[in-house]
């Protein structure tokens, strides 16, 4: 099985402008969850999409939201960039919604100038 | 919400010593505990994890223990080899509520041939 991919995995923009993340989990796999990963803070959970609904949000300004399509891929955007948003963001699929085990894919550095 | 804290941050070892790294949760409901390898520029990857119904769990030279009364739970890697080095995280989540897991910051381990 192909493992969880995600696109682009390098972003550089400016502050003010906004960007969209995109993550297509592993096959069959129904639940993506995403994190921001920062030197300082470790992995800090972003929210979790399931059939197409946010299950879990994390404690992030509103900046930063979600979807998920019929084919489980998920994109994230984040709009009005800061310089506190440059970080590596990764996302997560797990096969199902019971604490199963989460695949990470590879990640999208985002640096913003 | 929950919050995860992880020591040590640093860990040095000398090839074929033991390593150990302790990780305490908050949150009772919690019962789900993976551990996620980092290599640098690479994806966390799972290497063990543990439920709350179980004590302990071994996987050759991996080791996981859970103590739900005082809510620690520990990473035990023996005969420790230069390819161990990396950066290790501890999560918690309630599994069956969803995949939101909540990370430890981390502890960086450098085995010394």
């Known amino acids: 099985k192909a493992g969880v991919t995600q696109t682009p995995r390098y972003l550089i923009k400016t502050r003010g402008q906004q960007v969209t993340l995109s993550c297509s989990p592993i096959?069959?796999?129904?639940?993506v969850s995403w994190y921001q990963q920062t030197p300082g803070q470790g992995l800090q959970f972003l929210f979790e999409?399931?059939?197409?609904?946010?299950?879990n949000k994390g404690n992030f300004p509103g900046r930063f939201s979600g979807r998920q399509f019929s084919n489980s891929r998920s994109e994230m955007n984040v709009s009005t960039l800061e310089l506190g948003d440059s970080a590596l963001y990764l996302c997560?699929?797990?096969?199902?919604?019971?604490?199963?085990?989460?695949?990470f894919g590879p990640g999208t550095r985002l640096t913003v100038l | 919400g929950e919050n995860v804290e992880q020591h040590p941050s640093t860990l040095s070892v000398q090839e074929g010593d033991s390593a150990v790294i302790k990780c305490t949760y908050s949150?009772?409901?919690?019962?789900?505990f993976p551990w996620y390898k980092q290599e640098l520029g690479k994806r966390p990857q799972l290497i063990i994890d543990?439920?709350?119904?179980?004590g302990e769990k071994k996987d050759q030279r991996i080791a996981v223990t859970l103590n739900k009364t005082a809510k620690h739970f520990s990473l035990h890697i023996t005969e420790t080899q230069p390819e161990d080095s990396a950066v290790y995280f501890c999560?918690?989540?309630?599994?069956?509520?969803?995949?939101?897991?909540?990370f430890g910051t981390g502890t960086s381990l450098t085995v010394i041939p």
């Open positions: 997560a699929s797990s096969l199902d919604r019971r604490g199963d085990e989460q695949f």
């Open positions: 096959s069959g796999h129904r639940s």
């Open positions: 999409y399931f059939s197409e609904t946010q299950r």
């Open positions: 949150d009772s409901a919690s019962n789900y």
């Open positions: 543990i439920r709350s119904n179980v």
């Open positions: 999560a918690a989540s309630r599994g069956h509520t969803g995949n939101q897991f909540y």
